[in-house]
């Protein structure tokens, strides 16, 4: 009986295994066979977004929801944008500088933010979103305000396909670094910690400096996705990093599934590609996007990542049914 | 100095509105426990459907806020039953199922009705005038009915059975259901009567600002601001949150750039949750 | 329980495809081999930020493709072009326009754009139009350099921008009411004020306007303006001019200065006076002046004349921003057909050195080198137009040229 169950398991580990081979295979050898710059750029921007929805979920599994993480994407994108633009700085360097000041204000709003519970956190996220932004248009004259900033210095200038492989290594060794984080020692004493403070406490496990710590990493990676993306769009403006970005964000994480690692990146690809390939219905896109959403809700609480595991637990209904029914 | 009397009017009158339109959103906060997104855009069609009874078909523009209330509020009673009651507790799932109202809500008036600007006609045309302060007759009027719907609240929930109810609900859930209170029953009337409350809000402001299918999103934000500062759980709070920000957003601009203002009413609001996360008046939370 | 979830999902999924194959059965038909297609870009934001005004000016841009489609579209060296728009949404976002313009430049492949309006998507989309040299005929301009000036060499001005349209509304103004001898610029804070502030001054004090204290500057998101106009008010101004913004917020200006009890004019370039009314009410819907078009004066083109009933039979209005549309299409393919080549750079070329164009509301020049440092305006006549007691008149037509 015990042998059966292993073999099992083992079996799903080779499914799963091949799958990722799989995937990774098609991968890297997508712009053999999509030529349409276009799509390529759609790509691209999944796998920056994949970045900033994981990082997103490190920080939510640490008990803190946050309402504001796409204005840590804006940090990022802003330091490696100005100066890449104003100093000529080379985006090799931009790109570590962003993430790390992200990091830094993140532990400096972490430390107080620590304390709070739940909902409070989430809404004192919400507001520093709100005034990253403000901050940002106060200082217009580096930061272009709402006008945005403009003429960023690129990464790969004219390859799309040279940024699509940027990213894709950018993206992978920082899904491989949240992974490992997430399942090392610190990591699990993080999620314990989110289960129960109650009795993390009573351990002597310092809640709050695992909190900030969660925090610290999760904005990291935010930033390097916001610095990434300021090398690659050119472009920055409010309209990507206000309170509808930062809630896209968590819609993304929450759609495809809170619990499990694959969920940001599942969520991200199915919600950005798509409404692009609905993009013919113009003004009608967003009913896409929002039936997605009301499916997923309504049928999948384990959100798209959960799916495989939904269908088995199905099938193994429908099978038990037939069996009664055969019984009888 | 009259400057100074007419910015403390416009601080007054500003209140007044985000009072309006934060009512319905802290009914749903502090009873259901659900942080509504879609409040915004709620707030948004009762306007619309105002708009429609009062612009398009030729009503009496009172009536046509009744019939805008009635329907949006009936809209709640669909909202609780299929969108609210299947997720309660569970914050994350909301938040999708609110996202998705937007975008369906959003969509649809922008496909029916198109993004041409419209305005409601003031529901009291005329501007007062006393020396050197002027105010138009319908910010005033917002101001009363601001104040009216304030107090009625408090009154209904301090001494109307089903408020009392709603209070209860409020502070423990479980407590309130032991008690023999029918949940359900009081989720649907609280759910009714905050979007009743976002129409009513809807309707004025698109008189005394305007309509368009976005505007939505710029009150949600000021309604989570006034609730999470006055408190979940408390609605008399809301008129000293409701007073302080409007106060900062209608004079802050007179001496400085509307980011800066921004800044800074945000800075004021974070800096007090950071030390006192249940807001002013919220009760305390475990 | 589990077959009403799954047939929840394949009903969803069925009800998807099927919304979605509706578009693409309807785009099977081919035109005859002999007469060819010149695809022609669209950008406008049909949602998000601007879409009031950028949605009104798609259906103008689908009226001009009809009305050129109707003639037989054009003619370059004997071979006949039909007219096709295709149309991206901008999403009211800098990165939306820059997706919007990488589906037009790379998978659509067109040569030549249209649209659209709000300074940071139309910078935003130039970032990926330009570099591929595609001509950009756009409807409007901030004079900021990202949108419109050397850096951009294949982006035309089809309509009055910003400078064109207050200068020609200041001189009228000035010219009829010389008792006003202050005022206060008012801009939204978009990142143009560097620019349009000085430009605007002195606009303004060539006419004989005194500018009092700096420019005042509004946020995007501002919903009450009453502490804006009481700052502006509060430095005594005889006339206030507004620059840019949308009926939205300029109406509510309006409304928010007729409250505090002020009477003087007040002027505002492609804010036209019907869309105030709508916004600000009867009461403070007077002493207001601006650039649009009535479009039963008997004082309008030919063409305007023409077009304005068509507006109103497909979409019901015939209203300012559809105009907008119409003429930067028109234009584009005005100065295509001259330049009797489909080639972008050939086109380029020539309409830059074109003595004159013919745009809907007349015949234009081109000008802007000195301002703008390129020379791709058209100079076009504006229409002034007043409101008064809540009655729209148009007054005259003023020429417009750009150095």
Known sequence: MAERQFSIRGRRKLTRITVYVVLIVILLLLPLFIKSPYLIHIFILTLIYIIAASSLRLIAVSGQLSLGHAAFMSIGAYTAGILGKLLGWTPWVTMPLGALATMAVAVLIGYPMARLRAIYFSMVSLFFGIGVLAINQAFESFTGGYAGLIGIPPLFAGSKVANYYFFLGLTGLSLLILHRFEFCRIGTTIKAVAQSHVVASSVGINESGYRILALAVGCFFAGLAGAGYAHYNLVLSHSTFNFLASVYLLIYVLVGGIGSFAGPVIGTAVLIIIPELFRVLKEFVPYIFAGILLIVIFVMPQGLAGLPEQIRSWVREWRKGKAVTHAS | ?286 | MKGKKLLVIVGSICLISLVAALPFAASCAEPAPEVKTLKIGKLAALTGFGSAAEALCWEGAQVAEEWFNEQGGITINGQQYLIKLVVEDLKGTADGAVAAANKLVYDHKVKFIVGSVVPYMVAAAGTVTEPAEVLRSVEYNCATPAEYGPDTPYTFMGNDGTVEGNTALLTYVTETYPELKTTVIVIPDDGSIPYLGPIIKRTAEERGLTVLGDVIAWTHDTVDFTPIMAKALALGPDTLTLINGWPAPVGAMLKAAREAGFTGPVTCAHNPCEDILEVAGPAASTNYFATGIVADSPDMTPMIKEIAPRFIEKYGHALYYNYWGFNVVYVLVNAIEAAQSVDHTVVRDNWEKMKTIDSIYGPSTMGGLETYGINHTVCHPVAIQSLMDAQVKHIKWVEVKVP
Not at chain 2, 87 to 99: E, K, N, P, Q, S
């Open chain 2, 1 to 286: 100095m009259e400057t100074a009397v007419n910015a403390t009017i416009s601080a007054l009158v500003l209140s007044s509105m985000y009072i309006v339109v934060a009512l319905g959103f802290a009914l749903l906060l502090s009873i259901m426990g659900v942080l509504n997104f879609a409040h915004g855009a709620i707030y948004m069609v009762g306007g619309y459907i105002c708009y429609q009874f009062a612009v398009e078909s030729g009503l009496n523009q009172w009536l046509s806020l009744l019939l805008s209330v009635i329907i949006v509020g009936s809209f709640g009673l669909f909202l609780e039953k299929f969108c609210f009651r299947p997720f309660l507790g569970d914050m994350y799932r909301t938040i999708v199922m609110a996202i998705a109202i937007i975008l369906i809500l959003e969509t649809t008036v922008n496909v029916l009705v198109g993004v041409h600007i419209r305005s409601l006609p003031a529901f009291v045309p005329g501007i007062l005038r006393a020396g050197a302060i002027s105010l138009s007759a319908e910010r005033l009027v917002t101001f009363a009915i601001g104040g009216v719907l304030l107090l009625a609240l408090t009154w209904f929930i301090r001494k109307a059975k089903a408020g009392q109810q709603m209070l209860a609900v409020a502070q423990d859930v479980e407590g309130a259901a032991l008690q023999g209170i029918d949940i359900h029953r009081i989720s649907a009337l609280a759910c009714v009567m905050g979007c009743g409350l976002a129409a009513v809000a809807g309707s004025l402001m698109g008189a005394v600002f305007e309509l368009s299918p976005f505007m939505g999103n710029y009150m949600l934000v000021k309604a989570i601001q006034l609730v999470i500062l006055s408190g979940i759980g408390s609605i008399g709070g809301i008129l000293v949150a409701g007073l302080i920000i409007g106060s900062i957003d209608a004079t802050l601009p007179l001496f400085t750039s509307g980011a800066v203002t921004q800044a800074i009413g945000l800075g004021i609001i974070i800096v007090l949750l950071l030390f006192r996360p249940q807001g002013l008046f919220g009760r305390e939370v475990a």
